[in-house]
């Protein structure tokens, strides 16, 4: 099977006050159904791993979950930055479905 690595990029809006989820933005768009992109594993720039809850109001905002929490303090933008990387088969019938 014939595959194409994807990635999307997106950024931590808020972290919020129990340090273990985040409120984020710029992956998907409004319109976009999330029932396919939840429990899809996410990264920051610093390495922490999580997984997309759902969404968080109507602009296309989402919740992500990390299950180490997230390292408070000081963090630049580079830190903020998430990323969702999967695989797309090119010949695949369903071309709404990603894998991990």
Known sequence: MCMQLKERQGSI???LP???SAVCKG???KETDMAMFERAKVT???GEEGYVEG???MSGKFKVQFA????LGQRSVEDNVVYLRFKRF???QDKHRIRQ
Do not use: A, S, V, Y
């Open 90 to 92: 090119l010949f695949d």
């Open 44 to 46: 920051t720039g610093r």
């Open 27 to 29: 992956l998907f768009k």
């Open 13 to 15: 809006e808020r972290i």
């Open 55 to 57: 969404k968080f109001g």
């Open 68 to 71: 180490q929490g997230l390292q």
């Open 18 to 20: 129990d340090g273990c």
